[in-house]
T-cell receptor, first 110, second 112 residues
Framework: RKEVEQDPGPFNVPEGATVAFNCTYSNSASQSFFWYRQDCRKEPKLLMSVYSSGNEDGRFTAQLNRASQYISLLIRDSKLSDSATYLCVPGGTSYGKLTFGQGTILTVHP | DAGITQSPRHKVTETGTPVTLRCHQT?????MYWYRQDPGHGLRLIHY???????DKGEVSDGYSVSRSKTEDFLLTLESATSSQTSVYFCAISGTGEQPQHFGDGTRLSIL
């Protein structure tokens, strides 16, 4: 089983829509998770860190389900600028090494 | 934004030449990482450092070496570049093993 699995999408949604991505992880010992967004040909940027059951930052909400080993990201009131690839990354490994999947592509259209 | 500077930002070179990429940070973070990103792949870890002169291999380290002689600089060297090393290279830093990583702008390297 891969360390982390995400639906690659693409998700195509209109502005103002609510969209959710799921991410499943294999290491039940993972204590922290990070959501990054990456724009085309740019560096990944940290969107949110999750250390407990979830986190919320404005339009973005992350929910962690440890029993089922998945973490979700909910984006409300989507903006055109939300178009990007979203990467779910388990943290807390030795030396802070992270394993990145290919992420989920989101396209928000007018 | 985290104080991370990668240089050069773009480079075109020929097969067989040595290439060194530099990552400079102003955050005094202990951990530094080098990744490459290619189409169809996520970020893949090349090498990482957990302190001055403390480095180790990542997932795709063959053909690469690194050095960290001071906290702020982490150098990635391709001793004899090959076309398969054409990629986008990202440097990242982290204060502790528990904190998230922050990335530099990347270096686009083309080897002809």
């Amino acid at each position: 089983r891969k360390e982390v699995e995400q639906d690659p999408g693409p998700f195509n949604v209109p502005e103002g829509a609510t969209v959710a991505f799921n991410c499943t992880y294999s290491n039940s010992a993972s204590q922290s998770f990070f959501w990054y967004r990456q724009d085309c040909r740019k560096e990944p940027k940290l969107l949110m860190s999750v250390y407990s059951s979830g986190n919320e930052d404005g339009r973005f909400t992350a929910q962690l389900n440890r029993a089922s080993q998945y973490i979700s990201l909910l984006i409300r009131d989507s903006k055109l600028s939300d178009s990007a690839t979203y990467l779910c990354v388990p943290g807390g490994t030795s030396y802070g090494k992270l394993t990145f999947g290919q992420g989920t592509i989101l396209t928000v259209h007018p | 934004d985290a104080g991370i500077t990668q240089s050069p930002r773009h480079k075109v070179t020929e097969t067989g030449t040595p290439v060194t990429l530099r990552c400079h940070q102003t955050e005094n973070h202990r951990y530094m990482y080098w990744y490459r990103q290619d189409p169809g792949h996520g970020l893949r870890l090349i090498h990482y450092s957990y302190g001055v002169k403390d480095t180790d291999k990542g997932e795709v380290s063959d053909g690469y070496s690194v050095s960290r002689s001071k906290t702020e600089d982490f150098l990635l060297t391709l001793e004899s570049a090959t076309s398969s090393q054409t990629s986008v290279y990202f440097c990242a830093i982290s204060g502790t093993g528990e904190q998230p990583q922050h990335f530099g702008d990347g270096t686009r390297l083309s080897i002809l």
